[in-house]
C-alpha cells in the first residue's frame, strides 16, 4: 500500500512539474510574484472567510447523508474526520484520496463501512453535478460568446453527466444484474451487492438528496465567489459572469487524480480560459495559484487535529 502511495505521488510529481515548466516558459515568474505581492488585504482576508464557509457546508452535507444512512457516528467526530482526511487527501491523489480517508475512517469506527462509502461516494457524485450544473449555468450566461456547435456539444455532455448520475442510484440493481448469483455469497460479491444496497438505499430520502445537492451548488458559488475575490484583489477586471465559465472547468480538473493539491493542470486550464478575455498570463498564473494556496490553507485545521491525534501519550 505504502509503494503504491508513493508511485503515485511520483507520477503526480512528474505531471505537475511538466505542466508548471511549461508554463513558466511563457510566464515571467517575477511578473507573478510581483502580482500576488500585490494582493489587496481586504479581498484576501475575504477569500479566507469564503474557504472557511466553503468547509463548513461540506461538512454540514456529508454529515446530512451520514444520518440519513443511520451511520453511528457523533456529529463532533464526523467534523473531525471531515477535516483530518481533507488534510491527508493533500498527499493522496486528487480528488479521491480525501474520499479515501474519509470512508475509512469511519469503517474503521463503525460496523457501516458499506454505508461509510456509500455517503463519501453519493457526496462526490452530487458535487460533480452542482459543477457541472454551475458550469451550465454560467455557458448560458456567456452564449453569445462561445461558437453554438460547441455549445450545443458542451451541453449534451452535461446531460450525459446529469443523467448518468441519476442513474447511479439505481446501481443496487445493476449489481445484482451483472454480478452472477453464485457469487453474492463470496466475499467480495457480498461487499459489492451491499455497497450497491447502501447507494440504493438513498433512493428512500429525495429530500435529503435534494438538500445535499442545493448545499453543493452552495459550495461551487462560493468556490467560484473566492476565485472572483482573488481576481479582485490582483486587479483583474474580468466580470463575475465569466468566473462562472471558467472556474467550473478548473475545479472539474482540480477532482482528476494527476496534480499535486491542485497545482499543475488546474492552473494551466485557468491560464489559458484566461487569456481570450485579455488577462496577461502571469497574472491568471498569480491568480491560479494564490487560488490553490488559499484552498490549502483550509487544511491547516485538519492538520493540527491530525497532529494532536498522532502525538504519543506520555
Known amino acids: 500500500m505504502i509503494m503504491v502511495i508513493v508511485r503515485s505521488l511520483a507520477a503526480r510529481l512528474v505531471i505537475t512539474a511538466a505542466i ?19 494582493m489587496d488585504p481586504w479581498w484576501f482576508g475575504l477569500t479566507l472567510v469564503l474557504v472557511a464557509l466553503d468547509r ?12 440519513a444512512a ?7 467526530s464526523a467534523v473531525r474526520i471531515f477535516l483530518t482526511s481533507s488534510f491527508v487527501g493533500s498527499f493522496l491523489p486528487a480528488g479521491i484520496g480525501a474520499d479515501a480517508a474519509r470512508a475509512y475512517a469511519v469503517a ?26 454551475l458550469g451550465v449555468v454560467g455557458l448560458a450566461g456567456w452564449a453569445q460568446h462561445v461558437d453554438p456547435v460547441l455549445r450545443v456539444r458542451l451541453y449534451v455532455v452535461a446531460g450525459v453527466a446529469g443523467l448518468t448520475t441519476v442513474a447511479m442510484f439505481w446501481v443496487d440493481r445493476l449489481v445484482r444484474a451483472c454480478v452472477p448469483a453464485r457469487w453474492h455469497g463470496s466475499k467480495w460479491g457480498w461487499r459489492i451487492t451491499r455497497l450497491g444496497d447502501a447507494v ?7 429530500k435529503v438528496l435534494t438538500l445535499v445537492l442545493a448545499l453543493s451548488v452552495a459550495v461551487q458559488v462560493i468556490r467560484v465567489l473566492q476565485g472572483y475575490g482573488v481576481g479582485r484583489g490582483l ?47 502571469a497574472e491568471s498564473f498569480a491568480m491560479s495559484t494564490l487560488f490553490v494556496v ?5 487544511n491547516v485545521p485538519g492538520a493540527l487535529l491530525y497532529a494532536i491525534r498522532r502525538k504519543p501519550v506520555t
Open 20 to 38: 508548471l515548466a511549461y508554463l513558466l516558459r511563457s510566464i515571467d515568474p517575477g511578473a507573478a510574484v510581483q502580482a500576488m505581492l500585490r
Open 56 to 67: 463548513g457546508v461540506m461538512a454540514l452535507r456529508w454529515v446530512i447523508l451520514l444520518r
Open 70 to 76: 443511520n451511520v453511528d457516528l457523533p456529529t463532533r
Open 108 to 133: 474503521s469506527r463503525t460496523s457501516q463501512g458499506s454505508q461509510a462509502v456509500a455517503s463519501v461516494g453519493v457526496d462526490r457524485l452530487l458535487g460533480l453535478v452542482a459543477v457541472v450544473a
Open 200 to 206: 440504493g438505499a438513498y433512493r428512500a430520502h429525495p
Open 235 to 281: 486587479g483583474i477586471g474580468v466580470d463575475l459572469s465569466y468566473y462562472l465559465v471558467f472556474m467550473p472547468v478548473a475545479l472539474l480538473l482540480w477532482l482528476l487524480p494527476v496534480s499535486i493539491s491542485g497545482f499543475g493542470l488546474p492552473q494551466a486550464a485557468i491560464v489559458w480560459l484566461l487569456r481570450p478575455v485579455g488577462v496577461p498570463d
Open 294 to 298: 488559499i484552498g490549502l490553507l483550509s
